[in-house]
């Protein structure tokens, strides 16, 4: 079974300061990761993920996200914040085997994100 | 390239009542999910379309859910008999095919309220 992580039910940080959300992560095998943003009422934007190579993963609107697998951790990061960035932020998780079943994504619970100006 | 729509973007129906929701995905994209979110929860997976063939299905998914993508392109939910415990955002999000990596989008969801 796999299954993520996301410690921390909400981050606030102060705009123009870096922000880190945390996401560790549980599956067989190697692991493919992603991370969405969803607003208010409305489905989630995919930012960024990782597959495999660079452990440091570029994506959308300045984030980024680093892999590291000792660790099982897959950390989304910025380093400035914006007030336009405060969202509902999830971590994804399926496996990278490619047989039957492991095309669906499990979800951490979310970490809210708020930028205060 | 419009996105994934949903339709409709909320729908309250009575205990008892069935609903059904649509889902068009990108175009192009052989592969359609769905997925049920509750409050202060992540989505949780239900089932996955590989053109019209139901590929994978949750034990979320019970009797009363059937999915279906009938020619491939749009796929329909329906929820037959609704509980209260039905009430939630369901999502879909669709992908295409490339070695086995595809990124799954999604659409901006359909609330169900059941009273």
């Known amino acids: 079974a796999q299954s993520v992580a996301q410690p921390e039910d909400q981050v606030n940080v102060a705009e123009g300061n870096p922000l880190t959300v945390k996401c560790t992560y549980s599956?067989?095998?190697?692991?493919?990761l992603f991370w969405y943003v969803q607003y208010p009422n409305r489905g989630l934007q995919f930012l960024l993920k990782?597959?495999?190579?660079?452990?440091l993963v570029k994506g959308s609107y300045g984030f980024e996200a680093e892999f590291n697998k000792s660790q099982t951790s897959f950390h989304l990061k910025k380093p400035s914040a914006l007030v336009s960035d405060s969202a509902l932020y999830f971590c994804?998780?399926?496996?990278?085997?490619?047989?039957?079943?492991?095309?669906?994504?499990?979800f951490g619970k979310g970490t809210k994100l708020s930028v205060i100006p | 390239d419009t996105g994934v729509s949903q339709n409709p973007r909320h729908k309250i129906t009575k205990r008892g009542q069935n609903v059904t929701f649509r889902c068009d995905p990108i175009?192009?994209?052989?592969?359609l999910y769905w997925y049920r979110q509750t409050l202060g929860q992540g989505p949780e997976f239900l089932t996955y379309?590989?053109?019209?063939?139901?590929?994978?299905k949750s034990r979320l998914l019970s009797d009363r859910f059937s999915a279906e993508r009938p020619k491939g392109s749009f796929s329909t939910l329906e929820i037959q008999r609704t509980e209260q415990g039905d009430s939630a955002m369901y999502l879909c999000a669709s992908s295409q095919h490339e070695s086995s990596t595809d990124t799954q989008y999604f659409g901006p969801g359909t609330r169900l309220t059941v009273l």
């Open positions: 994804a998780v399926r496996s990278a085997y490619s047989g039957a079943g492991s095309y669906q994504l499990t």
């Open positions: 379309f590989q053109n019209e063939a139901q590929l994978e």
């Open positions: 599956v067989s095998g190697n692991p493919y």
């Open positions: 175009s192009e994209h052989n592969r």
């Open positions: 990782y597959i495999t190579g660079d452990n």
